[in-house]
Nanobody
Framework: QVQLVESGGGLVQAGGSLRLTCAAS????????IGWFRQAPGKEREFVAA????????NYAGSVKGRFTISRGNAKNTVYLQMNSLKPEDTAAYYC?????????????????WGQGTQVTVSS
């Protein structure tokens, strides 16, 4: 069992930055791929980024590539999403999730455990 808690969301102006944190507990956390998804009002949840269990592989959605960076903390029980050059269209609830699959599998169904989400709002 893996428990995930997101933090770090908030209100920021366009062009600004935020860092989201996914804190995990569970004995096997380090064996999971960790992904970030987001869901804007009235839209489906979409893949944002993922990092492999050892941090060696990452994958990003085209809309965030070059602006967002996913990484694992030194303590290995945290995953970060550094978001730079934020745009109003990045406004959404952001969720972290854990999967046994590769970072290249971006479908929600591949993820077994989910956090409750943290809200990111980017004003223009």
């Amino acid at each position: 069992q893996v428990q995930l808690v997101e933090s770090g969301g908030g209100l920021v102006q366009a062009g600004g930055s935020l860092r989201l944190t996914c804190a995990a507990s569970g004995r096997t956390f380090n064996s999971y791929t960790i992904g970030w998804f987001r869901q804007a009002p009235g839209k489906e949840r979409e893949f944002v980024a993922a990092i492999s269990w050892n941090g060696g592989s990452t994958n990003y959605a085209g809309s965030v590539k070059g602006r967002f960076t996913i990484s694992r903390g030194n303590a290995k029980n945290t995953v970060y999403l550094q978001m730079n050059s934020l745009k109003p269209e990045d406004t959404a609830a952001y969720y972290c999730a854990a999967s046994r699959s590769s970072v290249w599998i971006t479908t929600q169904g591949a993820y077994d455990y989910w956090g409750q989400g943290t809200q990111v709002t980017v004003s223009s």
